[in-house]
């Protein structure tokens, strides 16, 4: 690993999980390939990617971009949930 961020913990778990989240939309319904299956995608690889720019920011900024991680955590929470009701 060639990156300090690379080395958290919580950021490799972010990486498989969107991988996960890659994974799971390939069975959803093909019309929803710009509705949930997009949103979910974005936002799953949006936790990741704000980890690592985030690490190359001051510490103060840092905390901002995992804020900003955490609220695309919640947004999946969401997404998720309203998957499930529509099965």
């Known amino acids: 690993m060639a990156f300090d961020f690379e080395r958290l913990e919580v950021y490799q778990e972010a990486v498989q999980f969107a991988d996960e989240i890659y994974r ?8 929803e390939l710009f509705g949930l299956t997009s949103q979910l995608r974005r936002a799953s690889v949006s936790v990741a990617l704000n980890m690592a720019e985030g690490s190359g920011r001051l510490k103060k900024e840092f905390r901002q971009f995992l804020r900003m991680a955490r609220g695309s955590i919640y947004e999946l929470i969401a997404i998720l949930r309203i998957s499930r009701d529509q099965q």
């Open 24 to 31: 799971l939309t390939r069975k959803l319904p093909q019309e």
